[in-house]
């Protein structure tokens, strides 16, 4: 098992950054994939970002390419996204996920195996 739990959600205003993070627990953080998601009201849980195990790679949804930064300090056991120039389109509960195949990054949400509960972001315009 793995646990994750989010932070660093928030109210913030068009054009501002934010940085959230995912610390995880129980088994070695460093054998999985980690995924960030997002999930506004209606709409399915879409993919934002993702990272290879010792981050070396990334992939990014081209709604937020240029503007999202994703990283991971596997030392603290921790993923990160950072946020500049938010938009209101950007207003979401923002996930991260686990991915312990040996595949390339997915963007598929059903094949990440372990979820954190989500925080809030949202960008008023």
């Known amino acids: 098992q793995v646990q994750l739990v989010e932070s660093g959600g928030g109210l913030v205003q068009a054009g501002a950054s934010l940085r959230l993070s995912c610390a995880a627990s129980?088994?070695?953080?460093?054998?999985?994939?980690m995924g960030w998601f997002r999930q506004a009201p209606g709409k399915a849980r879409e993919f934002v970002a993702g990272?290879?195990?010792?981050?070396?790679?990334?992939k990014y949804a081209d709604s937020v390419k240029g503007r999202f930064t994703i990283s991971r300090d596997n030392a603290k056991n921790t993923v990160y996204l950072q946020m500049n120039g938010l938009k209101a389109e950007d207003t979401a509960v923002y996930y991260c996920?686990?991915?312990?195949?040996?595949?390339?990054?997915?963007?598929?949400?059903?094949?990440?195996?372990?979820w954190g509960q989500g925080t809030q972001v949202t960008v008023s315009s």
């Open positions: 996920g686990a991915d312990g195949s040996r595949s390339l990054i997915t963007t598929i949400a059903r094949e990440y195996e372990y």
């Open positions: 990272i290879t195990s010792r981050g070396i790679t990334t």
């Open positions: 129980g088994r070695t953080f460093s054998n999985y994939k």
